[in-house]
């Protein structure tokens, strides 16, 4: 008994007919139309009166006339007819042949005239339109969308589950999951998975509040798109055998067991699943723990241990990620190009990093990598919280919510005791430190004043002048009067007697740090009780004389009257993991605590370096030759950004819009020689549970199979091996550019003469187009993208150096310096080398040019030209003045 159709099937059936109508109508028109039109209005072209050849060639010897015209305008319009006719029947053949794919996918009679010209456009519209309204007519809409090159995917049921198990007994999911595959109608799904067409309105219901991946939602049951996500109403009865070509729903696993308590870092333990792009695959299907659904929004934590005793906010871990990049500028600085460094391991000539440094800063890159992670298609780790904005001291976290500073800001000041006393105090000094290295080179919002000896009983490695957010002075008397000067410049703003000062440093919280015991008590009571929005007085010790009393305990705990940080957990330092900072702080401006390395000069004592003249000596070949094109099938280009050639064309991925598979992909091909399980988990930030991260790294190596098939068509080959426990790319058929540039180095610094010395120096420069992974922030990629950038910077440079030595031209080095200048902004060591060939050349005015673009970038960066770089032009001419409106960025 035939089953009657939902009420919406007999609109769309309505419309079919009408589309059908329309088209067919446009269709007798140019086909029988335009002819019957050519022959009432002119007739048929060919005269009457000529019966042979030489009568049509008499005929047109006559003089023209205007039957003779409309005629031949006639003969025209016929060959036009005639050739339309034939693209008719061509696009009616093509169209054929692919009838049951256009029947699945509408979408490619629209791909189709647009990648034809009008005249062919409009023929295939016309008979692709009629087909598709004859299709409709006859069949429900279904699902559009284009199949990939895997072929069409079968489709899968996956089970839901809460992602964090509460204490209570959560309530069990009402609805699985399922992934729209081409073809598919809510009608045939009802049938197919729940054994009545007619539950489809059930389905509806349940999946119309889904945001799709392409953040559509489901507005008719008659619409509906490949790949999106739809809800089934849970069956309890036994359901139908599934039919013998649709795959087995699998079968859904036990129960998670608890998970075991959380590390000190507030990470928590996720739940695991696939999006839908992993599950559809041509391979066998791997077992895996349940898709997890999150019931509410997952609290990122804020807190960050970073060692015994010692634990800081996030907004501080940016701060310390701000004053890494800063120390590395400076090493950078003084670092001079070396060839045997270009063949050492990438890893190894990045800033040495303490264990403290290194959680501090693997949390925040951890931070930034998450804002390009989508959970529901691959859970990772917990990420933690998002830093506070630039400038922002924080001292505590409450219920997972960092508290900041100025919640110490109340009349009558504060009294830190208790066993964690100096340790939060030793922390506040740090976190406003750190808080002024995400603001340079503009003024800190937030200044510590306090006394040496309170300092050094705190740091004892702190140094007076090293820090702009930190105001030391010899006594506590010097410091009551630093306090009253920033309290009288405070009411200067606020009258807006001072504006000047006011547009350039504006109102900052000062906060006065000393301990208990001083000599003049009345008068830090006197700075307590003042204007607590500019001033907070913060004192130490077993003395309790002023302010309210504040009890730390050893594990942070605060107790007191400050309704913020009543039970909040105070963040604290021990004394060597506070040095480790302190010591990353000196060096973000640029003071070295560490002896120097032989290579190294003083910047105070560096003398200018002597050049000679560029040497004419018998110039090398001019026409360097090219990097040898790849002859592997693929490569991947990780430099720049993520792109995949073919034998040499760009191919766009449609599989690797999903993030982590692109992220798979560029891990694996930055890392050759291949990568364990663990390490790609460590690396990607994926589950904790091994079984869980086992089954999404394999699901992750299909999903880069199916787009290299996809892209080549080779089913056949594996492209991502495995052997052991050891993933990597196929060298056989993959090439990756980053692994031809240090090829290249590697070259270079094994060369046995200079000449083969430079041209390997210059494959590898013209191969570096950019960082790694630009504009990804993957996690692993930072250090990578370090030292490779790194590489870059100095094979330029080595090349620069050959060519001002080697040739009687010195446009060529300089040219190669402004490149290494364009890479580095910043790298005075280049500049200073654009300088001292500008003045050999003659060209003062041009070196004083690039001294002023030097000072003007390096005072974005809260710094300035050293000594040896402007003892350059002390004994060079001054500038032209009229050289003067030339443009800054002119360097040569």
């Not at 007739?43 to 047109?60: C, F, I, K, N, T």
């Not at 295939?124 to 895997?150: E, K, Q």
């Not at 998450?370 to 922002?392: I, K, V």
């Not at 991947?636 to 191919?651: D, M, N, Q, S, T």
Request: net charge negative.
């Amino acid at each position: 008994m035939p089953t009657p159709a939902p009420p919406r099937h007999t609109a769309h059936r309505l419309a079919a007919v009408a589309r059908f109508l329309l088209s067919g109508s446009a269709l007798a028109a140019a086909v029988v139309g335009i002819p019957y039109a050519l022959t009432v209005t002119v007739g048929m072209p060919w005269p009457e009166q000529v019966a042979s050849l030489d009568d049509l060639l008499q005929r047109l010897e006559q003089p023209v006339s205007d039957p003779f015209m409309l005629q031949v305008l006639a003969l025209v319009g016929w060959v036009c007819w005639t050739y339309f006719i034939a693209l008719l029947l061509r696009e009616s053949l093509w169209l054929l042949g692919r009838l049951p794919v256009l029947a699945a996918d509408a979408a490619l009679l629209r791909r189709r005239a647009a990648s034809l010209p009008a005249h062919r456009a409009a023929a295939v519209l016309l008979v692709g339109t009629l087909l598709l309204a004859l299709i409709g007519m006859w069949r429900l809409p279904v699902a559009h969308a284009s199949n990939t090159a895997a072929g069409p995917a079968p489709s899968v049921i996956a089970a839901t589950a809460p992602q964090h198990v509460p204490p209570a007994r959560a309530p069990r999911a009402e609805y699985t999951a399922y992934t729209v595959r081409s073809g598919d109608t809510l009608w045939d799904i009802a049938d197919r998975h729940l054994g009545d067409p007619m539950l489809w309105p059930k389905i509806y219901q349940l999946s119309c509040a889904i945001r799709q991946s392409d953040g559509q939602l489901l507005s008719d049951p008659d619409l509906i798109v490949p790949g999106w996500q739809m809800h089934l109403p849970r069956i309890e009865a036994s359901a139908p055998a599934p039919a013998p070509n649709s795959p087995r729903p699998p079968v859904d696993p036990p129960p998670p067991t608890p998970s075991p308590a959380p590390e000190p870092t507030g990470e928590q333990p996720h739940g695991h699943g696939k999006g839908g792009d992993e599950r559809r695959n041509e391979e066998r299907p791997t077992g895996r723990p349940e898709r997890a659904h999150s019931q509410a929004p997952e609290r990122r934590p804020a807190t960050i241990s970073v060692g015994v005793a010692s634990a800081i906010g996030v907004t501080t871990a940016a701060g310390i990620a701000a004053a890494i990049g800063f120390a590395r500028w400076h090493a950078a600085r003084r670092r001079a190009p070396r060839l045997e460094t270009l063949a050492a391991p990438l890893a190894d000539d990045d800033l040495l990093l303490s264990d403290a440094l290194e959680r501090s800063n693997q949390a925040h890159l951890a931070t930034l990598a998450a804002r390009h992670h989508n959970p529901e298609t691959l859970p990772r780790r917990t990420a933690p919280a998002e830093p506070q904005p630039p400038g922002t001291v924080t001292v505590a976290a409450h219920h997972g919510v960092e508290v900041r500073a100025d919640s110490l800001a109340i009349p009558g000041g504060v009294h830190l005791t208790g066993p964690g006393a100096d340790a939060a105090a030793r922390h506040l000094a740090i976190a406003i430190a750190s808080a002024a290295e995400r603001l340079r080179p503009t003024p800190p919002r937030v200044r510590l004043i306090t006394p040496a000896a309170t300092l050094r009983r705190l740091l004892p490695t702190a140094a007076h002048d090293a820090l702009c957010a930190w105001t030391v002075t010899d006594t506590a008397t010097e410091a009551f009067e630093t306090a009253e000067h920033a309290l009288l410049g405070c009411s200067r703003h606020e009258q807006h007697f001072d504006a000047l000062s006011l547009e350039r440093n504006g109102t900052a919280l000062h906060i006065l740090l000393v301990d208990g015991a001083v000599d003049d008590p009345v008068r830090l009571h006197a700075l307590a009780s003042a204007n607590a929005c500019h001033l907070t007085v913060i004192t130490l010790g077993p003395h309790h004389e002023h302010g309210k009393r504040l009890t730390v305990a050893a594990d942070g705990t605060a107790n007191g009257p400050l309704t913020a940080l009543d039970n909040a957990v105070m963040f604290l330092l021990a004394p060597d993991v506070a040095a480790e900072f302190l010591e990353t702080l000196h060096a973000a401006h640029g003071r070295r605590t560490a002896p120097a390395e032989p290579d190294d000069e003083p910047e105070e004592e560096r003398a200018p370096e002597q050049v000679p003249a560029p040497v004419p000596q018998q110039p090398p070949p001019t026409n360097r030759p090219a990097a040898p094109a790849p002859t592997h099938e693929l490569h991947l280009r990780l430099l720049g950004g993520f792109k995949l050639f073919v034998h040499g064309k760009e191919c766009a991925l449609t599989d690797t819009r999903k993030e982590e598979t692109r992220e798979f992909i560029a891990l694996l091909a930055a890392h050759p020689e291949g990568l364990r399980g663990e390490e790609i988990a460590e690396k990607m930030q994926l589950s904790d549970d091994p079984v869980a991260a086992r089954a999404e790294i394999e699901n992750l190596r299909r999903a880069a199979r199916r787009v290299f098939r996809g892209a080549t068509g080779k089913k056949e080959v594996a492209f991502v091996l495995l052997s052991g426990q050891v993933h990597k790319l196929d060298p056989q058929y993959i090439t990756t550019d980053s692994a031809v540039f240090t090829d290249a180095l590697k070259q270079a610094a094994a060369a046995d003469s200079t000449y083969a010395r430079a041209e390997a120096l210059g494959r590898a420069t013209d191969i570096y187009t950019g960082p790694l992974c630009d504009g990804s922030d993957y996690l692993w990629a930072h250090g990578l993208r370090a030292a490779l950038h790194r590489r870059a910077l100095d094979a330029l440079m080595l090349l620069a150096e050959h060519m001002a030595q080697h040739s009687a031209d010195a446009e060529p080095a300089l040219a190669l310096l402004n490149q290494a200048a364009d890479l580095d902004p910043e790298n005075e060591r280049v500049y200073r080398r654009i300088i001292q060939l500008q003045l050999v050349l003659g060209r003062d005015d041009a070196a004083h040019r690039t001294l002023g673009l030097l000072t003007e970038r390096l005072a974005a960066i809260d710094a300035e030209p050293e000594a040896a770089t402007l003892a350059l032009l002390q004994q060079s001419n001054p500038p032209n003045p009229r050289a003067s409106t030339t443009k800054t960025t002119v360097r040569r």
